[in-house]
């Protein structure tokens, strides 16, 4: 008695909890399942994230980690040579704490959002790789065993399998992937926090092709050099009617399984190309597409560790900001109530049929 009615509250609230397993959040659903964790990208501090109470509700009840999307980040976490400002992280990282989560620690070397003393310096490979070495060392050993992984690579790669351009690529060569996980590695070890996973991160990977061949060489490349690896995260962010096969899926997470990795699927979001978002039958084909990749995880068994989706909220989503008219990407519509897509990722998560799909 006194359970249904407990029941009853959570179904009624702002928690928005699936109806069929007495209002058991997402990553409670996950753990049963073995996983670590069912995640969220957050945005935190200096957003309107960082205050909405009703959005930080959710974001405490439903999730078991949660990665920044910015706070770590180079630019942030060293805007000038070697002045490092570990406020932001630090922030995100007290709220992990108080809230028992897990973080997966976003990223060290990347093409993207770094300090222009980087992009703008006359660089040579003798005069960048001790630029790299330093914010590796500093950064890693400071946040040290809070993370509980790190993507130490991001997006090395284009869609051919070929390096992509970046000041690290351009300056070093390929010699910079080996080299940044050869510090991340060496840093971790200098604070006795040999646990924290190392990690590979890429979009466009969660289906077989030459950009899954090229990490799959990387890594074994890595080992070779006797450099550790524990792990390669798939970005997975999808187009409505766009998403990969679950047996594609499926087949890619085993093929990095087989070469003794941990996989996470770590940004997922499943976007439309264009309005509407919100009809019927736009949402049951959102919610279809969620359901699948959110069961590809489970099917590849426990070595997909999780699944973490890069925010929850369709109102605090970086796709309408980085690709005009798209966006409804989320779990929670653009008035923070669950969509079909986050009944059926729950059922996915049970093992069930998809009952909105
Ligand atoms: C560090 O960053 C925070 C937040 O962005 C900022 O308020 C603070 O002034 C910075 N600290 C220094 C020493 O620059
Ligand atoms: C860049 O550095 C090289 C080698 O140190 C030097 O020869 C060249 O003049 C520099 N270029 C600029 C624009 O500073
Ligand atoms: C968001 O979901 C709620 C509950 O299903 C619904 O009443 C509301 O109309 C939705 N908002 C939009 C923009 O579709």
Known sequence: MRLSIVTALLVGSSLAAPHHEKGLSLNTLAQRRGKLWFGTAADIPHTAETTDTAYLDILKKQFGEMTPANALKFLF?????????????????????????????????????????????NWTAETLIPVM????????????????SWDVVNEAFNSDGSFSSSIWYDTIGEEYVYLAFKFA??????????KVKLYYN???????????????????????????????????????????????????QK?????????????LDIRFAQEPFYTAEAQRQQA???????????????????????????????VPYSFEGQGGATLFNDTLEAKPAYYAVADALMGKPCSVC
């Open 288 to 318: 279809q597409d969620y359901y699948v990749s959110v069961s590809s995880c489970l099917l590849s068994g426990r070595r997909c560790v999780g699944v973490v989706v890069w925010d929850f909220y369709d109102k605090y989503s970086w």
């Open 77 to 121: 976490t060293e805007p000038e040579q070697n002045k490092f400002n570990f406020s932001d992280g630090d922030y995100f990282m007290d709220l992990a704490r108080h809230t028992g989560k897990s973080v997966r620690c976003h990223n060290l070397v990347w093409a993207t959002q770094v300090s222009d003393f980087v992009t703008t310096g």
């Open 133 to 148: 070495r330093n914010h590796i060392f500093k950064t890693v050993k400071h946040f040290g065993d809070r993370c509980y």
């Open 202 to 252: 890429d979009y466009g990977i969660e289906s077989p092709g030459p950009k899954v061949d090229a990490v799959l060489k990387l890594v074994k490349e890595l080992r070779k050099r006797h450099i550790r690896i524990d792990g390669v995260g798939l970005e997975a962010h999808f187009m409505v009617g766009g998403t990969p096969s679950l047996a594609d899926q499926v087949a890619t």
């Open 185 to 194: 590695q060496q840093a971790l070890k200098e604070v006795h926090a040999n």
């Open 255 to 267: 093929a990095f399984i087989k070469a003794d990795l941990d996989v996470a699927m770590t940004e």
